[in-house]
Each structure stands twice: as structure tokens, then as C-alpha cells.
């Protein structure tokens, strides 16, 4: 009998009121200025400093926030967001995040007709084949919200269209854990 040893931790939330959350996303990003730098391809506000909106958006995600806390069983604050516009062109190399705590990607312009969702690659070998999965959600579309481990290797394919993909990425820390904390 299968019998699972760990629990790979992922969710997926539809957001509610999509079309006025997404003006007011798009509008808090058109205040920012999004850069390309040398070794980014493509555009993002990541690295900028006293970004006001972190609040903002905990608040217009709430009920989505919530759902999620509830499901994880984690008390979570969104510690940093940003957003990025994929270009003709562009795309972003595998990385990840932090070694703890979990992170999620917002589908704010996203036309599955001709753009790739995110690929997720697997923490460990499949031990049958000794090879990486690498993964992708199914049937993405605008407003979609993804919600995985922070540590996880995460990359996006090119865009080959002239159609920009732009997501809003965010960071959540758990509360520290009680026998973790300095007393």
C-alpha cells in the first residue's frame, strides 16, 4: 500500500471580485516604476526599497489570505511583494525565494492561449526514473492565485508573443513557532 512520508504543500484560490481587484492592482502598479536590470529579463519593482502598497494589497486579498491560513493551519504575514511584466521576449531563470515560509503569484494580465503558466520543479528525484519533475497548475487563468513553499524552484518560459504577461508575487512568513523564539 502507498503510503505518503511527506506532504508537498501547494494551493490554489480563484480571487473573488476579480475584475475590481485588478484595476486596483494595475492601478498600484502603474505608480510603480518597474525596472530591467543586467541580469533580469524582465521587469520588476522586486528590488526597490519603502514599497507603500504591501498593506494595501494584504487587505484586498484578505479573504483569499484567509482561506489560506486556514488550509496551510499557519498564521502568515505578506512580508514583501512586487510585481513583473513579461515582454516579448523575456522570460526568468529558475530560482527561489527563502528556505522557509511560502510564497504565491498573482495572474494579473495572463492569456493562456498563448502564455505559459509558472514551471515548479520537484524537491527530490523521482526514485523510479532518477529524474527532476518539473510541473506546471493546469488551466491557469487571470486572477488565479498560487500559493507554494518558498524553497520551491520556480522559473517562467519565454514569452513569445507580443501579448505582455504581467504577475504580482508576494512572500508570506509564518508566525515563529513557540519553541522557536528567543526568550
Known amino acids: 500500500m502507498k503510503t505518503p512520508l511527506f506532504e508537498y504543500p501547494s494551493f490554489r484560490y480563484e480571487i473573488q471580485d476579480w475584475e475590481f481587484k485588478k484595476k486596483a492592482l494595475l492601478g498600484k502598479m502603474r505608480e510603480e516604476k518597474l525596472k530591467r536590470t543586467s541580469f533580469q529579463k524582465f521587469e520588476t519593482d522586486r ?5 507603500s502598497y504591501i498593506n494595501y494589497f494584504s487587505e484586498l486579498l484578505r479573504p483569499e489570505l484567509i482561506k489560506f491560513c486556514k488550509e496551510a493551519q499557519v498564521t502568515c504575514s505578506m512580508t514583501d511583494a512586487w510585481f513583473v511584466r513579461y515582454q516579448r521576449g523575456d522570460n526568468q531563470l529558475i530560482h527561489n525565494h527563502r528556505g522557509w515560509g511560502f510564497s504565491g503569484i498573482i495572474y494579473l494580465e495572463y492569456d493562456p492561449k498563448v502564455h505559459t503558466p509558472t514551471y515548479f520543479v520537484a524537491p527530490w528525484q523521482d526514485p523510479r526514473t ?31 508573443t507580443r501579448k505582455r504577461r504581467t504577475v504580482l508575487s508576494f512572500d508570506l512568513l509564518p508566525q515563529t513557532p513557540e519553541h522557536r523564539r528567543n526568550k
Open 130 to 160: 532518477d529524474t527532476t519533475n518539473v510541473v506546471c497548475p493546469a488551466d491557469v487563468k487571470e486572477g488565479d492565485m498560487i500559493i507554494f513553499p518558498s524553497y520551491t524552484l520556480h522559473y517562467v518560459n519565454l514569452n513569445e
Open 47 to 51: 528590488q526597490q526599497d519603502g514599497k
